[in-house]
């Protein structure tokens, strides 16, 4: 480190004294604070300056390192300081010294400050150090108004008492809407949409669902970033965005504040068509076959004619009477938290039932004599009948008006062979018949 710097960080007053020492009897040297109400002519920036260390506090020594040479012209600088808490026009912190005094560092100067920041501070009359505070190197002449040249550097107080000479990042917000506001079903599409200020801030945002990602990064286009999902799922969310800057160095990253959107399971809908299988006869079993997607509970009705059936509310049905001829149909219902989603099959016209079978034979009980009455037994049929019809045959030929349960026999039954054939009947069935073994009459 330079003797002077070194020096300077033992007695940063003492530093003035030596420089003085050091100045020709013809140079004017103001010490301490002063202002300087220099003349701008030829006021051009020369260079930049650099601030050493590069970091430090309110009551580190300071120096600044000019990035060349004043003109040859000028053989004498001043050093101010300008920013919040000091004058507008700045603050003198290194009185008109003669150029030769300082040391080199390459083609420039290495100016050691001769009071701390904080000293600096008290002298203006404030107390709190913030913010960018932008010294200017003015080459100049011992004496006159006549100047020739800035070199001009910062440095910025984070905090009260610590100082860098490089730019902090400036700070970002973002904030974050959902459109639609909610509650909103599920699967329904969802806009968020993230705002960064300030808005030339560049990078990405990341929307997050809780800590969960939705979707790939956004890039941000004039402080916007967007993204529609479908993917939110039954319940409250927590939905934030977070920015990270391209350019950690210039801007900070930043996380919104989160927004609570409310999702609600969506009514089942359905997967596949509700129908009517089976045989559509009269006493044939049918279903109501359909599929829900997110149903916790199905409920299904049985239609006759567009109607309601009443009691007909299981997913099997076997049609009967009333329904023959008539147009069936099935509506089922899925339901869920979300709500309940209804759907009707295509009608089927229901035929016919099967004809009645016999399980056991009709017979015919009784003396087979000529005058004796004989009876017909109808026999056992499924179907169960409802009702019989009977037709007496001699021969296997029908006997006039012979149509009841019983029959006489007659003379011109002698020798002749009696059967009866019975019909079985009940509604919406075809009919069934059978015919009893003959018997002879004597």
Not at 51 to 62: E, Q, Y
Not at 334 to 361: E, M, R, Y
């Amino acid at each position: 480190m330079n003797p002077l710097i070194s020096s300077a960080a033992r007695a940063p007053r003492k530093l003035l004294s030596a420089l003085l020492t050091c100045a020709t009897a013809a140079t004017v040297v103001i010490a301490g604070p002063v202002l300087i109400g220099a003349s701008t002519a030829h006021a051009d920036t020369l260079g930049t300056l650099a601030v050493t260390p590069a970091t430090g506090t309110d009551t580190s020594s300071v120096a600044l390192t000019t990035s060349g040479s004043c003109p040859e012209v000028a053989d004498y600088l001043i050093v101010k300081v300008a920013g919040k808490g000091f004058p507008a026009e700045g603050q003198n912190v290194v009185g008109n010294s003669e150029t030769s005094i300082y040391p080199t560092s390459g083609a420039g100067y290495e100016v050691p400050l001769t009071e701390t920041m904080r000293d600096y501070a008290s002298t203006a009359g404030f107390k709190t150090l913030e913010g960018r505070y932008d010294f200017t190197v003015t080459c100049r002449k011992a004496f006159g108004d006549t100047t020739y040249g800035d070199f001009t550097g910062s440095l910025w107080f984070t905090s009260d008492t610590t100082y860098q000479n490089t730019a902090p990042a400036q700070a970002t917000t973002a904030s974050l809407t959902a459109a639609p506001a909610g509650p909103v079903t599920e699967g329904t599409s969802v806009k968020l949409t993230a705002k960064v200020a300030p808005a030339t801030a560049a990078g990405t945002v990341r929307f997050l669902d809780g800590t969960a990602q939705l979707g790939s990064p956004v890039t941000v286009s004039g402080g916007t970033a967007s993204l529609a999902t479908t993917a939110l799922k039954a319940g409250t969310h927590a939905l934030k965005a977070q920015f990270t800057p391209a350019e950690p160095a210039e801007f900070t990253g930043s996380t919104s504040s989160a927004v609570s959107l409310k999702v609600t399971v969506r009514a089942p809908s359905v997967t596949s068509k509700p129908k009517v299988t089976g045989t559509a006869k009269v006493g044939s079993k049918v279903s109501c076959d359909v599929t829900f997607g997110g149903a916790t509970s199905v409920a299904y009705q049985w239609l006759r004619d567009a109607k309601a059936i009443g009691g007909a509310t299981a997913r099997t049905r076997v049609l009967d009477a009333a329904d023959r001829t008539h147009k069936v149909s099935c509506r089922a219902t899925g339901t869920n938290a979300g709500g309940s989603t209804p759907a009707t099959s295509p009608a089927v016209t229901v035929a016919t039932g099967p004809a009645l079978k016999a399980t056991k034979a009709p017979v015919i009980t009784g003396t087979a004599k000529v005058g004796k009455k004989l009876t017909a037994k109808a026999g056992t049929w499924t179907p169960a009948a409802t009702s019989y019809g009977y037709v007496w045959k001699r021969d296997g030929k029908a006997i006039k008006n012979a149509t009841k349960p019983t029959y006489t026999a007659a003379k011109a039954d002698k020798g002749r062979k009696i059967t009866v054939t019975v019909t079985a009947k009940r509604a919406g069935y075809a009919n069934g018949t059978g015919t009893t073994k003959p018997v002879k009459v004597s």
